[in-house]
C-alpha cells in the first residue's frame, strides 16, 4: 500500500502537459538567440575619387640658403654708394664752376706781369694788340681761346674750359695783364703761359721793330729797355 506523504503517481493527461511546456520551453532560446542577433555590418564608404580635397597644414616659404644675396645692403655697399654720390655731386660743381664764365666783378684780380712805359697811343696800341690776339684764338686748336674788347683800354681772352680769363690793360704809365678767376685749370695756366710770350713778343716788335720810324712815332715806348725781357721773366719758360 502507498504511504500517505507520497505523492500519487502522475496521470497520463498531466505527462502529457509537462512534455508540452518542456518542448515549449526548449524553444525559448532559439527566439531570444534570434532577437540578439547582432545587425549585419554597414557597407563600405565609396572609394575617395583622385580630387578629393585634403585639408593641407599651411606651408611656410624657406629661404634660400646661399642661392641669393640678402636684400638688405651691407656697409661696404653703403660706403661706395656714398662715394659715388660724393663723387657726382663734385662733379656736378665742377661742371657749374666751369659753365660760369669768369669776369673782373666776380673775383680779385692776381696782377701776372707788368711792364713800366714813357708813353702809349691808346687806340693805335689798342688795335695793334686786339688784332694780334684775335689771331691766336686757335691756339692750340680751334676755339681755344675767344678775344673781346671789353674798353678802350682793356682786351680779354677767355679760355674754351671757362676756368679763367687774363685782360690786357692799358694804362697812362703801365701795360698790365690781369688774371681773373679764382680755379684756373692747368691746361689753362700752360696756354696763357703761350699767348702772353706772344703778347711780349708783339709789344717788342711794336717798341723796337721796324727801320725809318721816329721814336715818337712808336706805339709805345718802354721807360727801361730791357722792360719787356723782365716781364717775361715771371712766367713759365716757353715752348721751343
Do not use: C
Request: net charge negative; glycine share 4%; charged share 25%.
Amino acid at each position: 500500500l502507498p504511504s500517505n506523504n507520497q505523492p500519487p503517481p502522475p496521470s497520463s493527461s498531466h505527462s502529457a502537459e509537462v512534455e508540452a511546456a518542456a518542448t515549449t520551453t526548449s524553444d525559448q532560446p532559439i527566439a531570444v538567440a534570434a532577437a540578439v542577433a547582432p545587425s549585419p555590418p554597414p557597407p563600405p564608404p565609396p572609394p575617395l575619387s583622385a580630387t578629393a580635397h585634403f585639408n593641407k597644414a599651411p606651408q611656410t616659404k624657406r629661404k634660400p640658403s646661399g642661392s641669393r644675396r640678402s636684400s638688405q645692403p651691407d656697409e661696404h655697399s653703403l660706403s661706395l654708394t656714398k662715394g659715388q654720390q660724393t663723387d657726382n655731386n663734385n662733379n656736378n660743381n665742377n661742371n657749374e664752376i666751369e659753365n660760369q664764365q669768369p669776369s673782373r666783378d666776380s673775383t680779385t684780380p692776381k696782377r701776372v706781369l707788368e711792364i713800366p712805359v714813357q708813353s702809349l697811343k691808346k687806340g693805335g696800341l689798342r688795335f695793334a694788340l686786339g688784332l694780334h690776339l684775335i689771331g691766336q684764338q686757335n691756339t692750340p686748336d680751334p676755339g681755344s681761346w675767344r678775344a673781346n674788347q671789353s674798353s678802350d683800354t682793356v682786351l680779354d681772352m677767355f679760355f674754351r674750359d671757362n676756368s679763367a680769363m687774363f685782360s690786357v690793360v692799358l694804362e697812362e704809365s703801365k701795360i698790365v695783364v690781369d688774371r681773373y678767376g679764382s680755379r684756373p685749370s692747368l691746361p689753362y695756366m700752360l696756354q696763357e703761359s703761350v699767348i702772353l710770350h706772344k703778347v711780349l713778343d708783339e709789344l717788342k716788335e711794336l717798341a723796337f721793330g721796324g727801320e725809318g720810324i721816329e721814336e715818337e712815332n712808336r706805339l709805345v715806348r718802354l721807360e727801361e729797355r730791357d722792360g719787356i725781357e723782365k716781364a717775361r721773366e715771371v712766367l713759365p719758360a716757353r715752348s721751343a
